[in-house]
Structures are given as structure tokens and as C-alpha cells.
T-cell receptor, first 112, second 113 residues
Framework: SQKIEQNSEALNIQEGKTATLTCNYT??????LQWYRQDPGRGPVFLLL?????KEKRKERLKVTFDTTLKQSLFHITASQPADSATYLC???????????FGGGTRLMVKP | DAGVIQSPRHEVTEMGQEVTLRCKPI?????LFWYRQTMMRGLELLIY????????DSGMPEDRFSAKMPNASFSTLKIQPSEPRDSAVYFC???????????FGDGTRLSIL
């Protein structure tokens, strides 16, 4: 069966460190992968999109990698800040069709 | 530009009642999506529209759920009759294309007693 797995346990890190979140998928051939941030009581907010032929994408302190061999995407936040504390969701789009399928999300807590 | 607007933000009602959730997508976005989010199942796609036409409703739980998009600026998700297991946060999102980022509203928190 198809699965998108993100660590359901919260990730706690110290301010200034690099946070690394993992998204693993099974039985998908995604055309691209997106990362979203969700704050309590709010809808998800788009952060980055990476396509299957791209290995890495950067935006300011954010970096996403996409390894189709390992079937994994890593999401990095460098020089993390308490304001980065939120739940981060990965989502896949299959080659065929327009549907976006979300992982369960990982909660990140950055402590001052 | 205003983002995706959903109403109401909160809805509490008794089981058996009809519930209507509303969404106004971002102007110019051709795609509209309805999602449901729970702790147990995460964020699930219920249905999506392209140019006001429903494309895929395979995520709709059962016949009690229905969605319409009468025009490019308005969509509704209706539950009739509602049941306690329908309690969740319902999100609407819109985008300009299938591979473009989706813009979400802040959701409707639905509680069925």
C-alpha cells in the first residue's frame, strides 16, 4: 500500500541548530514533492516545491533534498529560531493526476 | 490580495443536523480543494474542482457528503445528516495549477455533538 511517513514524534532542538525533518514514501512515483508549514489553528502554508529531477532546493534558511532512489525527502532549517516552531507537512503529487497526498506532519519545537 | 476565505470558523451542532461549509478561493485560481484534518488520519483530500467541475471525489467519505462549486468564486461542502465522527477541521485550498502551491484557508472547526 502507499504510505507517506513523517516522524510523528516532536523534534526538539536548541535555537541556532539545524533542524532536519524526514519524509519517506512507499509505492509512489512522485512527480514532485512540496513542504508546508502549519501553525496551530491555521491552514498549511506552502514553503518549497522540488521536482523529481531536482536533487536540492534552497530558500533563505530552508533547504529541501529529494532522493528518488531512497524514496526520501529531507527538509532542513538552518540557524533555527523559536519562531520556526510549527508542524511541517510533506506532500506528494503523483505523475498522473493532480492529487496532493499529505504526510502526517512532524512538530518542530525550537527552544531558546 | 485576500487569501482563501472560509466560513464559519467554528461550527457546533447536534448530530442529524445539516452542516454547510463555505469557501471563497483566491481570484484567478482554477483549482479548488476540500480537505479534512483529524489527529488520527491527518490531512485527507475529499474532493477537488477544476474550473468549477468536480474532477475527483473519491475521498468523500459517503453519500452524506456533497460539494458544489456554482461559480469560480464560491464552493460549499455539505454534510447531511451530520454524525459525531464527522467532527474535524475542514480546509479549503486553491491553486493556479496541478503542480502549483496550494493556498489554504484557516479552516472550519466542526464539532458534532
Amino acid at each position: 500500500s502507499q504510505k507517506i511517513e513523517q516522524n510523528s514524534e516532536a523534534l526538539n532542538i536548541q535555537e541556532g541548530k539545524t533542524a532536519t525533518l524526514t519524509c519517506n514514501y512507499t509505492n509512489y512515483s512522485p512527480a514532485y514533492l512540496q513542504w508546508y508549514r502549519q501553525d496551530p489553528g491555521r491552514g498549511p502554508v506552502f514553503l518549497l516545491l522540488i521536482r523529481e529531477n531536482e536533487k536540492e532546493k534552497r530558500k533563505e534558511r530552508l533547504k529541501v533534498t529529494f532522493d528518488t532512489t531512497l524514496k526520501q525527502s529531507l527538509f532542513h532549517i538552518t540557524a533555527s529560531q523559536p519562531a520556526d516552531s510549527a508542524t511541517y507537512l510533506c506532500a506528494l503529487v503523483q505523475n498522473a493526476g493532480n492529487m496532493l497526498t499529505f504526510g502526517g506532519g512532524t512538530r518542530l519545537m525550537v527552544k531558546p | 490580495d485576500a487569501g482563501v476565505i472560509q466560513s464559519p470558523r467554528h461550527e457546533v451542532t447536534e448530530m442529524g443536523q445539516e452542516v454547510t461549509l463555505r469557501c471563497k478561493p483566491i481570484s484567478g485560481h482554477d483549482y479548488l480543494f476540500w480537505y479534512r484534518q483529524t489527529m488520527m488520519r491527518g490531512l485527507e483530500l475529499l474532493i477537488y474542482f477544476n474550473n468549477n467541475v468536480p474532477i475527483d471525489d473519491s475521498g468523500m467519505p459517503e453519500d452524506r457528503f456533497s460539494a458544489k462549486m456554482p461559480n469560480a468564486s464560491f464552493s460549499t461542502l455539505k454534510i447531511q445528516p451530520s454524525e459525531p465522527r464527522d467532527s474535524a477541521v475542514y480546509f479549503c485550498a486553491s491553486s493556479t495549477g496541478s503542480d502549483q502551491p496550494q493556498h489554504f484557508g484557516d479552516g472550519t472547526r466542526l464539532s458534532i455533538l
